[in-house]
């Protein structure tokens, strides 16, 4: 369903002296129809960056992105606003994607009537049949966003999302935001709905447990990079990469603990992104830049001690 080469996003930074985030530093990645891909790391390592290039609601700086077998980097804005509704995304915060003085039924509305095709009549059936679909009450319909709790306001999000009927969702921590008690309802639903229609899923989050529940894939970012992917299995039962081990394992000392903060990757020009914190890195880390291994199985590692 999606294929990522090489995707790129870099971000001008400075006044005095231009500079270049690396937010997104290459990576490539597969999503088949119906699948799950967890995208694992920890803050400021380029997961919503990546979300976003990935549907070019953002533009990536370099790479290719295939889509259903449609190149969307070649596309132009007509034909992508076209495709639109076949791909969403989804964020954190359920507050800021809907308008406070709308209705919910009026939100869940307006991507019906922007995509046209259906009478007034139908477009109200369709809205109820929406709530339903996600667990809401049809008493919902005429209240506002406020008047609703974060984890309801999730759910029409996702009503919203499924009304135009799409065939790739990306969901940004689409719990964070929620008291953990809700998290689990809002997980599960998604779960449903995924199978339901035939959703294909890259699913972000910081939180490696619950990108265990939701996936059966998992890539696992650092810097800008994916330095792991493989099935969840072999993530969790076979890591090899000494990141995706830090994540697995409970830290236990300050000095142990892995801040995914950017600023090494403005400076860092050559050798491995993980150099710096690696209890294992050897001399040629600092230069030599490791390719991804594969290691059988759909496991994948970016790391010089592999081969
Ligand atoms: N518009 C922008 N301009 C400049 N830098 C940006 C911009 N957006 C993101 N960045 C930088 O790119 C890096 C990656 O940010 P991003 O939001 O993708 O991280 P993230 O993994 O989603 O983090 P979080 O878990 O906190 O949501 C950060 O260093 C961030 O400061
Ligand atoms: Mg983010």
Redesign the pocket.
């Given at each position: 369903m999606i294929e990522v080469e090489n995707l790129k996003k870099y971000?001008?930074?400075g006044i005095l002296r231009k500079r270049h985030?690396k937010?997104?530093n290459g990576v490539s990645f597969q999503i088949e129809r119906g699948g799950t891909l967890g995208l694992v790391?920890?803050?400021?390592?380029?997961?919503?960056?990546?979300?976003?290039s990935l549907l070019r609601l953002?533009e990536p700086t370099a790479g290719k992105i295939i889509f259903d077998g449609i190149d969307l980097v070649q596309l132009k804005k007509k034909e992508l606003r076209r495709l639109r509704p076949r791909m969403q995304m989804i964020f954190?915060d359920p507050d800021a994607s809907l308008n406070p003085r709308m209705k919910i039924g009026d939100s869940i509305a307006e991507p019906l009537k922007l995509q046209g095709g259906l009478n007034k009549v139908e477009i109200k059936e369709r809205v109820l049949e929406l709530i339903e679909t996600v667990g809401l009450n049809p008493e919902h319909v005429n209240r506002y966003p406020y008047q609703l709790s974060g984890g309801q306001n999730q759910r029409v999000v996702l009503a919203r999302v499924l009304a135009v009927n799409p065939d790739f969702i990306i969901a940004?921590?689409p719990t964070s935001s929620l008291d953990v008690s809700v998290q689990a309802q809002i997980l599960n639903l998604m779960q449903d709905l995924r199978r339901e229609f035939h959703l294909t899923l890259l699913f972000?989050s910081?939180d490696l447990e619950v990108v265990r529940h939701m996936s059966d894939r998992i890539a696992v970012?650092y810097q800008?990079k994916i330095v792991e992917i493989g099935s969840v299995n072999e993530i969790f039962d076979g890591a090899r990469h000494p990141y995706t081990n830090t994540l697995i394992a409970p830290v236990l000392s300050e000095d142990q603990l892995i801040y995914?903060?950017?600023k090494n990757?403005v400076d860092y020009s050559s050798g491995c992104v993980f150099y710096q914190r690696c209890p294992f890195s050897a001399g040629m880390c600092k230069k030599k830049e490791p390719e991804m291994v594969d290691i059988g199985k759909g496991h994948w590692v970016l790391c010089n001690r592999v081969s």
């Amino acid at each position: 369903m999606i294929e990522v080469e090489n995707l790129k996003k870099y971000f001008s930074t400075g006044i005095l002296r231009k500079r270049h985030i690396k937010a997104v530093n290459g990576v490539s990645f597969q999503i088949e129809r119906g699948g799950t891909l967890g995208l694992v790391g920890e803050s400021g390592c380029g997961k919503t960056t990546m979300g976003k290039s990935l549907l070019r609601l953002i533009e990536p700086t370099a790479g290719k992105i295939i889509f259903d077998g449609i190149d969307l980097v070649q596309l132009k804005k007509k034909e992508l606003r076209r495709l639109r509704p076949r791909m969403q995304m989804i964020f954190q915060d359920p507050d800021a994607s809907l308008n406070p003085r709308m209705k919910i039924g009026d939100s869940i509305a307006e991507p019906l009537k922007l995509q046209g095709g259906l009478n007034k009549v139908e477009i109200k059936e369709r809205v109820l049949e929406l709530i339903e679909t996600v667990g809401l009450n049809p008493e919902h319909v005429n209240r506002y966003p406020y008047q609703l709790s974060g984890g309801q306001n999730q759910r029409v999000v996702l009503a919203r999302v499924l009304a135009v009927n799409p065939d790739f969702i990306i969901a940004d921590e689409p719990t964070s935001s929620l008291d953990v008690s809700v998290q689990a309802q809002i997980l599960n639903l998604m779960q449903d709905l995924r199978r339901e229609f035939h959703l294909t899923l890259l699913f972000i989050s910081h939180d490696l447990e619950v990108v265990r529940h939701m996936s059966d894939r998992i890539a696992v970012m650092y810097q800008g990079k994916i330095v792991e992917i493989g099935s969840v299995n072999e993530i969790f039962d076979g890591a090899r990469h000494p990141y995706t081990n830090t994540l697995i394992a409970p830290v236990l000392s300050e000095d142990q603990l892995i801040y995914g903060d950017m600023k090494n990757a403005v400076d860092y020009s050559s050798g491995c992104v993980f150099y710096q914190r690696c209890p294992f890195s050897a001399g040629m880390c600092k230069k030599k830049e490791p390719e991804m291994v594969d290691i059988g199985k759909g496991h994948w590692v970016l790391c010089n001690r592999v081969s």
